[in-house]
């Protein structure tokens, strides 16, 4: 998933950052710019590019059609075996389009992107067929020779204090796949505090901040050197517009219970 990967990698850092040539001095291979060019177009052509094995008469069901259990896909229809996705949404690619935030990856080059795939390799997508019980699993199990189970995190971690199901309380990745459904029909208060210093809250952060509120703090429990964001998702979040991008150091309960007043 070279293109999707392209759009969202922070490929500075985990790649680029580790590329061996950054030990002799030498400009380390920008493999995100290197991904874009090599992948768009043949997406945009149909291009075909890859065979798929012969036949072994092995099937593989696949839970999950987001990046993992797609590049299971593409991988084991190289090796020849049948493959059959069962995919819970309605709609394949997983977070990219459910949670990565839509200024980085729209829906529609998500979407491209899987349909490429799935062209080139042939593979079945089950859609809206949550595997959701031991009678599925059973099922599954006794109609394929081999699972492959792709389905990502999972829910976002609460808070644990009272107050987090009132309205207007709502987790980021539930704010970001709202948005990257409804768009600009997303209800948005006018004030926003983002709690938490993860890359998801900056995501939050910066889509809040597009969608022109007045003022979008980020509240965070420890320093800025502790987040766990990437340094540029947090200048980014701070220059997309926020009127105030503060950090506060410990946060207190007491603070959130005035704001929450
Ligand atoms: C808000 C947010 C922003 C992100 N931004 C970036 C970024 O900028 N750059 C980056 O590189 N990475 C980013 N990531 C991380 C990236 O999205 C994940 O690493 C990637 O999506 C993981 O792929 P996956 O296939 O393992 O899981 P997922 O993408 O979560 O896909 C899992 C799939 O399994 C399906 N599923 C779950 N349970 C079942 C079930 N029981 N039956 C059938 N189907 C099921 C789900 O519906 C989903 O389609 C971000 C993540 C989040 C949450």
């Known amino acids: ?18 590329c061996v040539y950054n030990h ?7 493999i995100g710019r290197l991904q874009a060019h090599a992948t768009e177009k043949v997406i945009r052509t149909k291009k075909k590019l890859f065979r798929t094995g012969k ?31 069962f995919e819970a949404k309605a709609k394949p690619s997983g977070l990219c389009v459910y949670g990565v ?11 491209d992107e899987i349909g490429y795939l799935q062209d080139q390799f042939g593979f079945n997508v089950h859609y809206n067929k949550p595997v959701s019980g031991r009678a599925d699993f059973d099922k599954l ?17 609460s808070l644990g204090i009272p107050g987090e199901d009132k309205k207007g309380v709502i987790g980021a990745l539930e704010f970001v796949e709202y948005l ?23 995501d939050a952060a910066s889509e809040a901040c597009r969608m022109g509120v007045e003022s979008v703090t980020i509240a965070y429990r420890r320093g800025p050197e502790e987040m766990g964001a990437y340094s540029f998702e947090y200048d980014l979040a701070k220059k997309s517009g926020a009127r105030c991008c503060s950090m506060f150091r410990p946060l207190k309960w007491s603070v ?6």
Request: glycine share 12%.
């Open 101 to 111: 935030a839509p200024y980085k990856l729209t829906n529609d080059q998500a979407l």
């Open 141 to 157: 199990e006794k109609d394929n020779d081999a699972i492959f189970i792709g389905v990502g995190l999972g829910a976002t971690s």
């Open 1 to 18: 998933m070279g293109y999707a990967c392209e759009q969202v990698c922070p490929t500075e850092e985990p790649c680029e950052g580790a």
């Open 180 to 202: 990257r459904e409804h768009h600009h029909e997303t209800p948005i208060a006018k004030r926003v505090i983002v709690l938490g210093g993860g890359n998801t809250a900056m």
């Open 256 to 261: 959130i219970r005035k704001w929450k007043a």
């Open 55 to 85: 036949d072994t008469g092995k099937k593989v069901a696949v839970i999950g059609a987001g990046p993992a259990g797609v590049s299971a896909a593409c991988e084991l229809r190289m090796l020849g075996h049948a493959v059959d996705v």
């Open 24 to 30: 002799s001095d030498v400009k380390p291979i920008e």
